[in-house]
């Protein structure tokens, strides 16, 4: 019988790579994917993949380009994240097997992007040429070209910069025109896809949507104030907020303008970071009257709510950034200041907020805080850790 | 060579096999579970597990019991549903295989359940004995028993019915005590787990929290209006909201109590069925005034937000149960009237509420309508269908 068993240990060894190969490797075993999450290591063009539930580290995925300023959008299934690259590259991760399941190099330059409500459109930002490409999030085929065209000061054809690339409810995308001083929708249900143009103000720099996807809001570089757009109503154009932010902030020097995605929304209140001033500005969303000034340690870079709107958590730009401070939402008090590492970059919550990961680029680490103790529960090491963003966003509009 | 053959023939069988326990049946591939659900059959005792992104049935799971008012909540990674039966039992049912991984009958009689925040406990309130039972959501073994116990009225030592079990940020449970007419909070956090008492109003039948996890709210039995606790300020105790609503409300016969789980709560706006009435009742949430009572077809059941708080759907009780209303959350104005089917009972919208799932028990139909043009897209069979719950529940507080 000897032979038998030899040949049957063989016929064993190729069939168990038989089952690698449909994904059943050590790292690829049929698991749930609502606790997973990439984190992007900027200057290695790799994310990791991380299971929040375990504070583990479940592979690292390399060969993505150029991921300064790199975001992540997932896939209505949570399975897949698509990482748009400063470089214009578009990577499709598989989480599950923690390897690229696609990649195109879409422009010469991108600067975010979204995925459509029904999960079947990937739309990327693009500065060169500019305009907004659309792809099939399954096959990453190109879809639909929107070159973002306007007339230039010299009166001549050109394309825009695009900017604060949202999805919106209705299959629609939102976007903001930095040369064009307008934001545009685009309707993913109608064929083709109808584009509506508002006027903005100057020089769009990025754009938010809020949590319920009603308004849109783009910062302004050009003049102060908000341009804020009610897509409920939006033959009503686009209105004004916030008069006084922006330039007419400016105390200190401005070491980074603030991204919009770093404005905190909770419960009727906006808090938002001051533009050169070592504040968090608290906004009542319905009158859009600023209610309160919050000092903080640094210049806000990320104010984000918990999920439960109880906290704020801000993160602040070089030089002052190596503390995260966490404030007290209803009597906007610190409660604390934390100190993750060098260069703290960016935190995420847990889908449900019992923690948050706090990513430190020049210490190399992650580290994970209780929300409710705010003590260290864990950290992981990563080469130079940037942005960090969990599968749970698959599920919320906007994100 | 063809024994050879044979062999190898007779051994990638067995293999073949030996991979399908671990999972690697056709229903058991390698997928993300972001758009995986479960549609309860009542009258079957079993579930189905759905693709909604498909709009497929991948699986039937049998064997679960009395379902009668079944309720499901999600594991952290989103794979488990844990399945609370009428006649105590609990389930937790693997999607990506269809299997029963677990099942205890932990109660004669109980009424649905919890999962903490943190993912690491499952909750089941009971009628018989009452109390609330505490289980490790990993294995299903008993972790703590809260016996919910008063002083009833002949001075003796009781157990009360418990009600309204939602879990809250910190990693809290919370609950009504039907007899004792209490609202409980249990810190699973402190060790042992620390219970928290409050007086509430008389026999609060269900409960539930807003989705931020402030305020838990308690309709009443026993008597008008409702008992609303402050989670962030608990000290200051239970106080009394919507003070008409209950039997003052009562013109026609009640056919149901409306539950709790079906108030829209959007945009700080309340939607809240009317207790015997063909009408929806506004309330502000600040002032807990009504602003308005909205005329519907029938006594509503659940009236729903959609999730970009854009539209409200309700359902109605017998015997006007075979429409769904779609109203207009700003104007208040009812957009149009469905009919999916006879005896509605539940609606579950997509994470991102492109699309809405209806069931329609005496019709063995789920009906699928696009949110946007109110179109049905698809349909399914299933046997006598009431809940349908979809996994991104895991990520909700009090969900």
Redesign the interface.
Known sequence: MKP?FA??IL??AT?VTG?QS???TEQ?T??????LGLVVERAAGSVLVIDH?EHEILGRVTGLGDLSHASVV???????GYVFGRDGGLTKVD???QTIDKRVIQSGNSIGGAIS???EYVAVSNYEPGGVNVFDSDTLELVMEIPAEYTNAEGQPAQSKTVGLV?A???RFVFSLFDANEIWTVDM?TSPPEVSRFDAGKAPYDGLITP???YYIAGLFGEDGLSMLDL?QPEQGVTTILPGYGKGEKRLPVYKMPHLEGWAI???TAFVPAVGHHQVLVADMESWELVDRIPVHGQPVFVMAS????QIWVSFAHPRNDVIQVLDS?THEIIRTLEPGKSVLHMEF??????VWVSARDSNRITVYNT??LEKVATLDAKSPSGIFF??R????GL
Not at 30 to 35: A, I, K, N, P, V
Not at 74 to 80: M, T
Not at 350 to 355: A, F, I, L, V
């Open positions: 038998l040949l049957m016929t064993l069939l089952c449909m994904g059943m690829a049929l698991r749930g994917t609502g606790d539930s997932y896939s209505r299934d949570a399975r897949y989480l599950l097997t409500q029904d999960g999805d409810p209705g299959n249900l319920d996807g009603r409920w909770a419960d009727g999920p439960d709107s109880r209803r847990t889908p449900r907020g019992e923690e409710r103790t599968t749970n698959a599920h919320a509009l």
